[in-house]
């Protein structure tokens, strides 16, 4: 048996730390700022989760950041004072595991922030031994970062001590329990990092879960020289979400999140554009093409798309028949929090020059209760539950 088959028929709840719970206001939700989220607001909340029926938490990074998201990294070792102290986690696990409930957490080995100190360092002095734990192609302020996004400088991880500095923050909060991570822009280290860190991981952590984000969606031409996937040009001209793409990572990762399903979901349920038929038959296809245990985590949306029951014209029974759809899949279901609650939103994040993917972040609103569709989804995840 696969050390990690318990994630499988896992049912995963998706939360944003700072956007969940724990806040006391939501004024100026739509700025990119700290709203006040907090890990001991997840902790409260667990009752919730186990009510729903949820197997696993997923939490998005709380190590110390200088964006409210937590994306952009100062410290993989430390956790974020505005999301609460190492304690807070140590705590957050060991209350889902005593509540049944696995939790993995997102991991960010590919950039950090520009405010992390060793960059700063590697900027103001040029004999720093930190200069080539980055890429400068021209010192100090010219420097391949994630895609375009000069907050967010790119690690050097093919230099050993970079490598190893990331590897072993990996190690560090696996050993507080965590049962894993769902690895953010997989695309954007080598292979060879991801062979090395599997090799890592697994000797000291079998049990614990790697799930890549392998997403082509926005990337331009130029940008391609950020990443190191293999064969990126055809990867890049088949699309955001290519089987090829997923591919890549069989045997250095346990699975990646399915894009595929996520788009072939869409184009039925909110357009009609594939019949039935076509649609079972290029599932069929789409499972065919993996080993039965690379997982495939289905999702209708995630904190970087518009919600799915904004792009179906808030049709709630267009979202249930999408639910349906998504969890008679042999694969893991994830809800992207306040799915289960009717969230939405008024304008596509597409309409924004920047900071648009906040009209998907937005405040879980505790003060309303959609009862029947929590009912809905709580019937969808007992009978994924008994399977």
């Not at 409930?101 to 405010?115: E, G, R, T, W, Y």
């Not at 080598?190 to 049990?207: G, L, V």
């Not at 890549?212 to 020289?225: F, H, N, P, T, V």
Request: contains cysteine; aromatic residues 14%; proline residues 5%.
């Amino acid at each position: 048996m696969n050390e990690v088959d318990w994630l499988k028929d896992s049912v995963i709840y998706q939360v944003f730390i700072d956007r969940f719970a724990g806040f006391q206001t939501t004024e100026n939700w739509d700025q990119p700022i700290f709203l006040g989220g907090t890990i001991r607001g997840i902790i409260d909340k667990l009752p919730y989760l186990t009510e729903l029926g949820v197997t696993t938490l997923w939490i998005s990074p709380f190590y110390k950041t200088s964006a409210y998201h937590g994306y952009h990294i100062t410290d993989f070792y430390q956790v974020d004072p505005h999301f609460g102290t190492s304690d807070d986690i140590k705590e957050l696990i060991q209350t889902c595991h005593k509540n049944n409930l696995s939790i993995i957490a997102d991991f960010v080995p590919n950039h950090c922030s520009k405010q992390h100190p060793f960059f700063k360092e590697a900027q103001n002095n040029k004999n720093s031994p930190y200069r080539d734990w980055f890429y400068f192609t021209h010192w100090p302020d010219e420097y391949l970062c994630f895609l375009s996004v000069k907050e967010i400088p790119k690690l050097n991880l093919d230099n050993p001590l970079t490598r190893d500095h990331i590897v072993n923050a990996a190690k560090y909060w696996l050993s507080f329990g965590l049962d894993g991570f769902r690895l953010d822009h997989v695309i954007g280290p080598s292979h060879a990092f991801w062979k090395y860190f599997r090799s890592e991981i697994k000797d000291q952590f079998p049990h614990a879960v790697l799930i890549g984000e392998a997403w082509m969606m926005g990337i331009k031409k130029q940008e391609l020289r950020t990443l190191q996937v293999r064969n990126k040009f055809l990867n890049w001209l088949s699309g955001a979400s290519s089987d090829q793409l997923f591919k890549e990572y069989l045997g250095e990762l346990d699975g990646v999140l399915d894009f595929k399903v996520t788009e072939l979901i869409k184009k039925f349920v909110t357009n009609q554009k594939i019949p039935e038929k076509m649609l079972k038959k290029q599932l069929k296809k789409h499972y065919t093409q993996f080993p039965e245990d690379f997982i495939l985590p289905t999702f209708l949306d995630n904190h970087d798309m518009d919600r799915f029951l904004f792009t179906s014209g808030n049709d709630k029974e267009k979202l249930k028949a999408a639910a349906i759809l998504q969890f008679s899949l042999p694969q893991p279901a994830i809800i992207y929090y306040g799915t289960e609650k009717a969230m939405t939103q008024t304008v596509s994040q597409w309409k924004f020059p920047s900071n648009g993917d906040l009209q998907a972040r937005q405040p879980m609103n505790w003060d309303i209760q959609d009862s029947e569709l929590f009912t809905f989804y709580k019937k969808l995840i007992q009978k994924k539950n008994k399977k």
